[in-house]
């Protein structure tokens, strides 16, 4: 019931940066924990980062250091700060509201990123 609408995807550089956005349609983060997850073609999707309801966060070994998931609660919207981009990052990019047992309630529309070498 609840949507996810995100917004900040594209083309970009090897070592470049892009942050992407979900925006819920109400007061979700706030209760709930959020994960970022990607999928490129021909294979499964992954979860990338997560942040709970109180703020703790984890990530994957293959983005920890690079990328930063955050929240602002007043806003009803979740971030993911992607920093030095590699071509293996390249992925449809996927925010999704998790419920308490950490699997995934809703989901966003997805959005391409793109990282050329």
């Known amino acids: 019931q609840v949507q996810l609408v995100q917004s900040g995807g594209g083309l970009v550089q090897a070592g470049g940066s892009l942050r992407l956005s979900c925006v819920a349609s109400g007061s979700i983060f706030s209760f709930n924990a959020a994960g970022w997850y990607r999928q490129a073609p021909g294979k499964q999707r992954e979860l990338v980062a997560s942040?709970?309801?109180?703020?703790?966060?984890n990530y994957a070994d293959s983005v920890k250091g690079r990328f930063t998931i955050s929240k602002d609660n007043a806003k009803n919207t979740t971030y993911l700060q992607m920093n030095s981009l590699k071509p293996e990052d390249t992925a449809v990019y996927y925010c999704?509201?998790?419920?308490?047992?950490?699997?995934?309630?809703?989901w966003g529309q997805g959005t391409q990123v793109t990282v050329s070498s």
């Open positions: 999704a509201v998790l419920s308490g047992y950490g699997i995934v309630a809703s």
């Open positions: 942040i709970s309801s109180g703020g703790n966060t």
